[in-house]
């Protein structure tokens, strides 16, 4: 995983390997453990009918399972623990001996093979493949021309964060959210990756619409001018009071736009994208579902169902266009009270444009 300032390294092969030889992750193979790899499956089938699939991560091949029912005519599975491939090329003999199946052993960082497909897939893994910029270009040769990349990732902030930047590398052609019975959930996406002139002209058009006037028959939808001089604002309204801060702005589906950071705050920015997210979750401001938190059990439930992603302490509040539900701006690494102030302060310097 990323730790701050340093690039992202992947576990060591040794943890893996032993865990695969206990059996810790036997229950992978459970069919109440799988419903995010059925979920894909399908979303591969549905555009790619017996589909070739190359799986990075792919451990015992557990999303084989999966494939199986869409009669797929090729499916290759890496990975770097050798425990792992063995237990899979035990269970999938008949599979393999048909020329359908193959397990191999190598490092999702930079394995090679001569063979393309339809669909490269990463499954729980992408987090400890590298940067998501060189993990698709390494892979690119592999994909046919209408070939496209799959995931599933935990919903937690670091995965997130790359599948943000995966997204502005293509064009997204499935995403979804699988909920577990024992709290958080699953993205299942597909993405089809753009060449790189393509690419190039996608995030030109992305900045250009930036800054190009709103259509007016458009929803209403925050921009990312008015996102940033809202954060900025927040973080100098902090700092005007001797409080260096961090502040963040999400869209309306709590996403985050922008996150900055006072050079001297304490902390990572990690509690205003989820103040933001929160706020956006339950169009209310940080201040009233503080003291709810502690009042209502149902809803200090729902909050602690997603300790990755929802944090209902003062210092955030909604944000309506129009009327509409756009996003949240919050304020974080203070007190709640100062966060508080300072987030309507900013909210105040643009109420002409945002409420």
Request: with cysteine.
């Amino acid at each position: 995983m990323r730790h701050r300032d340093k690039p992202i390294v992947p576990a060591p092969v040794e943890k893996w390997d032993r865990e695969y030889r206990e059996g810790v992750y036997d229950r992978l193979a459970r069919s109440d453990q799988r419903h995010h790899h059925r979920l894909l499956a399908a979303m591969i089938a549905d555009r790619w009918p017996q589909p070739r699939v190359l799986e990075i991560g792919a451990g015992e091949g557990v999303l084989f399972e999966a494939l199986r029912a869409h009669a797929p005519a090729r499916y290759v599975g890496v990975d770097f623990s050798a425990p792992a491939v063995d237990k899979g090329l035990a269970r999938l003999t008949a599979e393999r001996e048909a020329g359908v199946v193959d397990l191999r052993l190598g490092d999702g960082r930079d394995f090679r093979t001569d063979e393309t497909f339809d669909v490269v897939v990463f499954s729980e893994c992408i987090e400890h493949l590298g940067e998501v910029e060189d993990l698709v270009a390494h892979y690119a040769p592999n994909l046919r021309p209408d070939g496209a990349v799959g995931l599933t990732m935990w919903l937690a902030l670091k995965p997130l964060r790359l599948w943000h930047r995966l997204k502005t590398l293509g064009q997204v052609v499935d995403e979804a959210v699988v909920n577990t019975p024992w709290g958080g959930g699953w993205l299942v996406a597909v993405v089809r990756p753009l060449r790189a002139a393509a690419t190039k002209a996608m995030l030109l058009v992305a900045t250009l619409a930036c800054v190009a006037p709103t259509d007016a028959f458009a929803a209403p939808s925050l921009d990312l001018p008015l996102s940033i001089d809202l954060a900025r604002a927040a973080i100098d309204a902090c700092a005007a009071k001797g409080l260096p801060a961090s502040a963040s702005v999400v869209d309306d589906t709590g996403n985050p736009l922008v996150v900055l950071r006072a050079p001297a705050s304490p902390k990572p920015p990690i509690a205003a994208p989820r103040k933001a997210a929160t706020a956006v979750k339950f169009d209310a401001p940080g201040s009233e579902m503080e003291p709810r938190e502690k009042a209502d059990p149902d809803f200090a439930a729902r909050i602690a169902a997603e300790p990755d992603r929802l944090n209902p302490h003062g210092g955030s509040l909604p944000l309506h266009i129009d009327g509409k539900l756009v996003g949240g701006l919050a304020v974080a690494d203070v007190s709640h009270e100062a966060a508080d102030a300072c987030a309507r302060a900013a909210l105040a310097r643009f109420s002409d444009r945002v409420k």
